[in-house]
């Protein structure tokens, strides 16, 4: 194939994580980028980075789910929660206030994952039951049902308004959430989260990528593209679709845990619909069944808010406060999350990753148009 | 047993206001094949139209209300034209995370309008109730009840007898072969979002009678949903029966909840809906009183 990378002749080489060459090499390039910009990053946006490359692997977790079986869910939040809870809890102190069992991070993170993957079982049943629009009613129906006794379940959760605070950032002795040398290079806390979420992104997403190229990733998409006909050649819906919910469900867990000991608090409150709709958004503005496009997904809308925030301190009429001025910032957060969630629906169905694609294939074809 | 009546009574009061919001989400879905989520923001909203007419302006009630539901009609309409012709034909999906974005566009406008403190409709039924025995009724449990029944009884009537709700059924149907026999569809599904911008304004009020227009009744919209998909997606009967199903369910769960259940905590009775949907939906995936869907291959 020398000269012609483009030509792919085999299932394999079609199927292979790096397709060509030129894709291994761009890898390469943006993995050593991204670490040479970790090492001079300001705080805030090492924080912002890690959170974003973390919500990649919630965005991930979903699109296997929505994007690849085919499921919608409206539940993300749900799972998020209960990985963030779980993690806390864990890790609590155990003679607090609160429920804690003082647990280390080698044990509480994969845990938060295993409760909401459990969590994504025992919702799964309904998801045979059910197709398309109810199935969507039904995980809406869990984020309120998970709202309420997040609230409610004051020894474990803190409750309404109070909180807990989430795991700490301790992995086998080494503080992540302190300033130090690090194999000699000095990393603000910040720049330790950042690097610790780019490598928990990395491994979660070459998970996934493995995930979706094999027969169970074959078996989803059949699912999704026509769930009788999958059926009839022998795939079994009810074990995939438990599949698909359980394993989107850990990928959620791990996010949940890693962004809530990021932010190094948990408010049983900030697991509402908004928070699956974000990550809804993530998957579709990204692009929908690519694992690329969740990245991009999540780090567009990560990054989006932050300059939200921003920009508020500029433009007259949108306000800082919760209340007042003509638009609060949160306001116009959500209303931007809905107007580009439309608008890649109607203008742009593949989403970033779409976008991507043409950008490629107009350079591809230059001079001629198409 | 006066507990329980008194709950009872309270239940079907709440249960007609969600049977209201229900019944606007079918008849969209029916004609449109739109599952809508703005009912929320389209009740808020046409809440404050009332707020408006007799606060701001400072008109009488029953000037106010009428006023309120022409200029939600418009506002539904207006929808319809403007974000929903377009997706016609694209996914379900999309539409239905469409409706999502609306909603929220919707609230954050009404909020916006509101502003912090809690209005008053003006409405003349307030905090006044009457007393049979040990029961003591509302007035305004009273008017809900009175008023949802006169509604459904007219829209009923509506889509049975008149040439136009013949024509809303047969679009219900089927799109194309009405199409096909000149029914203007584009027409039907412009008078489903202003019937159910209507319906949805009614509920508002109700909702905001007496205590006022606050967050909480956008909160407590969001419950027909489950009433709505208890009921079946596509069947008025079955919206009318979830609504006053779930009403039912709520205020039990209020009265007897922290005597029996209370493991369950404090407030449960606003997530028992969603739980209830659950179970229907466990038993029967339809619904109710939904169409069941036959799988052809």
């Not at chain 1, 490359?53 to 539940?75: D, E, H, M, P, Y």
């Not at chain 1, 306000?319 to 629906?345: H, N, R, Y």
């Not at chain 1, 203008?347 to 591809?364: A, D, S």
């Not at chain 2, 047993?1 to 007609?16: D, E, K, P, R, W």
Request: aromatic share 12%; hydrophobic share 60%; proline share 3%.
């Amino acid at each position: 194939m020398r000269g012609r990378p483009g030509l792919i002749t085999d299932y394999r080489r079609d199927m292979a994580i790096f397709r060509t060459n030129t894709q291994l090499a761009w890898f390469v390039v943006m993995a050593i980028g991204l670490v040479l910009i970790g090492l001079r990053m300001s705080a805030d946006v090492a924080l912002l980075g890690a959170t974003a490359a973390v919500a990649a692997v919630g965005a991930i977790g979903l699109n296997l789910v929505t994007g690849w079986a085919g499921q919608v869910s409206l539940g993300h939040a749900f799972f998020l929660g209960l990985g963030a809870f779980t993690a806390a809890v864990l890790n609590g102190d155990p003679d607090g206030r609160l429920v804690g069992y003082g647990l280390e991070m080698w044990v509480w993170l994969p845990a938060a994952g295993l409760v909401a993957a459990a969590a994504g079982l025992l919702a799964a049943p309904l998801a045979f039951r059910l197709r398309g629009l109810y199935l969507a009613f039904v995980t809406l129906g869990l984020v309120f049902i998970g709202d309420h006794f997040f609230r409610e379940l004051r020894s474990w959760t803190g409750g309404q308004g109070v909180g807990r605070p989430a795991a700490e950032p301790v992995l086998f002795g080494f503080e992540l959430g302190r300033d130090g040398e690090v194999f000699g290079i000095f990393l603000q806390a910040e720049q330790k989260f950042y690097f610790f979420g780019l490598l928990v992104l990395l491994v979660m997403a070459f998970l996934a990528k493995n995930l979706v190229r094999s027969r169970i990733g074959r078996a989803f998409a059949a699912v999704r593209d026509r769930d009788i006909a999958a059926e009839i050649i022998g795939v079994s819906l009810t074990r995939y679709k438990m599949i698909a919910f359980a394993i989107s469900s850990f990928y959620a867990g791990i996010a949940g845990a890693l962004i809530w000991m990021f932010i190094g608090f948990v408010e049983p409150t900030s697991f509402n619909i908004l928070l699956s709709i974000q990550y809804v958004a993530m998957v579709l503005i990204g692009g929908v069944a690519t694992i690329s496009g969740s990245i991009m997904g999540a780090v567009f809308i990560t990054f989006l808010s932050k300059m939200v925030d921003k920009l508020s301190g500029f433009i007259p009429f949108i306000s800082e406060a919760p209340t007042g001025g003509f638009l609060t910032k949160f306001q116009v957060e959500e209303m931007l999350f809905g107007a580009l969630i439309i608008g890649f629906l109607i203008l742009e169905p593949l989403g970033l990753y779409g976008l991507w694609i043409r950008v490629r294939n107009y350079f591809k074809a230059w001079p001629f148009s198409y | 047993m006066t507990q329980f009546l008194q709950a009872t009574i309270n239940g079907i009061a709440v249960g007609s206001i969600y049977a209201l919001l229900a019944l606007g989400f079918v008849i969209i879905y029916k004609s449109t094949q739109v599952l809508s989520f703005a009912q929320q923001g389209l009740t808020v909203l046409g809440a404050f139209w009332v707020v408006y007419f007799s606060n701001v302006l400072d008109l009488n009630f029953w000037i106010a209300l009428p006023l309120a539901l022409i200029l939600s009609a418009a506002v539904g309409i207006g929808i319809e034209r403007v974000m929903l012709r377009p997706m016609v034909g694209k996914p379900v999906f999309s539409v239905a995370i469409l409706t999502i974005g609306l909603n929220i566009v919707l609230l954050v406008i009404a909020f916006d309008l509101i502003g912090v403190n809690i209005r008053s409709l003006g409405d003349p039924w307030g905090l006044k109730s009457i007393s049979i025995g040990d029961l003591t009724i509302s007035h305004k449990d009273l008017a809900t009840i009175v008023t949802a029944a006169i509604v459904v009884s007219i829209l009923l009537a509506f889509f049975r007898f008149s040439r136009f709700g013949l024509a809303m059924r047969a679009v219900a149907a089927d799109q194309e072969v009405a199409l096909a026999q000149g029914v203007r569809v584009t027409r039907v599904n412009a008078a489903a979002w202003a019937i159910a911008a209507v319906l949805a304004t009614l509920a508002g009020v109700f909702l905001g009678a007496g205590t006022g227009l606050a967050p909480a009744v956008g909160t407590r919209a969001i419950r027909a949903l489950p009433a709505a998909v208890i009921g079946g997606l596509d069947s008025i009967a079955g919206a009318i029966v979830g609504g006053l199903l779930i009403g039912l369910i709520e205020a039990y769960m209020v009265t007897y909840q922290s005597e029996y259940l209370g493991f369950l905590g404090a407030n449960f009775a606003s997530v028992v809906a969603w739980v209830l949907m659950f179970l229907v939906l466990l038993v029967r995936p339809s619904g109710l009183f939904g169409t069941v869907e036959v799988e052809r291959v």
